[in-house]
């Protein structure tokens, strides 16, 4: 069974950094682009990265471009996303999700929460 | 950026009636090498990630029930319920996968009326 478990949500303040893990079982994940989406309280989605299945290469939505970087492990079955100079505006549940060019399998999401 | 745009808003149907969802992009999705369009729809219920329905505009995934159809071509697409069950209230979302930043319609809310 194809899963996909997102942790490392939480709340914290602007300016703070997070990381986000997401531990993928059940399919090859090297076969696979993974890619960042994340949806604001009450709102549409929005794709924020995107990495190619080994690694070498990825892409950002601009308003993350600088701040967010997107990893993944291979020999450990995870994708990453660390989070700097964080804003309000990146409250958001942030999905993980596969793809073989369209988004085939998604995660449950974790909620970031940036307030003061 | 490619943006998608979606109609109507919202929509109320009754049971056992059609939904027909448009979803526009602002250039067109259909890569002429393999003649596919880029385009997918997805269905969101409360309190839960997207799952997809249709991929290359048309094509249903494993397992979604055969009322749900997708067609267009270029830039003009629809999603069809050709008979409305109480389970298929959500919100439906396309997107384009031709080219980052891949991007996603504003989305339409469907009722039951």
């Known amino acids: 069974e194809v899963q996909l478990m997102e942790s490392g949500g939480g709340l914290l303040q602007p300016g703070g950094s997070l990381r986000l893990s997401c531990a993928a079982s059940?399919?090859?994940?090297?076969?696979?682009?993974m890619h960042w989406v994340r949806q604001a309280p009450g709102k549409g989605l929005v794709w924020v990265s995107r990495?190619?299945?080994?690694?070498?290469?990825?892409h950002y939505a601009d308003s993350v471009k600088g701040r967010f970087t997107i990893s993944r492990d291979n020999a450990e079955n995870t994708l990453y996303l660390q989070m700097n100079s964080l804003r309000a505006e990146d409250t958001a549940v942030y999905y993980c999700?596969?793809?073989?060019?369209?988004?085939?399998?998604w995660g449950q999401g974790t909620l970031v929460t940036v307030s003061s | 950026d490619i943006v998608m745009t979606q109609s109507p808003d919202s929509l109320a149907v009754s049971l056992g009636e059609r939904a027909t969802i448009n979803c526009r992009s602002s250039?067109?999705?259909?890569?002429?090498?393999?003649?596919?369009?880029?385009l997918a729809w997805y269905q969101q219920k409360p309190g839960q990630p997207p799952k997809v329905l249709i991929y290359?505009?048309?094509t249903r995934e494993s397992g979604v029930p055969d009322r749900f159809s997708g067609s267009g071509s270029g830039t003009d697409f629809t999603l069809t319920i050709s008979s409305l069950q109480a389970e298929d209230v959500a919100l439906y979302y396309c997107?384009?996968?031709?080219?980052?930043?891949?991007?996603f319609g504003p989305g339409t809310k469907v009722d039951i009326k």
């Open positions: 999700v596969r793809s073989w060019y369209y988004f085939d399998f």
């Open positions: 059940g399919f090859t994940f090297t076969s696979y682009w």
């Open positions: 990495i190619n299945s080994d690694g070498s290469s990825t």
């Open positions: 250039q067109s999705v259909l890569y002429s090498s393999n003649n596919k369009n880029y």
């Open positions: 290359w505009a048309s």
């Open positions: 997107q384009q996968y031709y080219d980052t930043p891949i991007t």
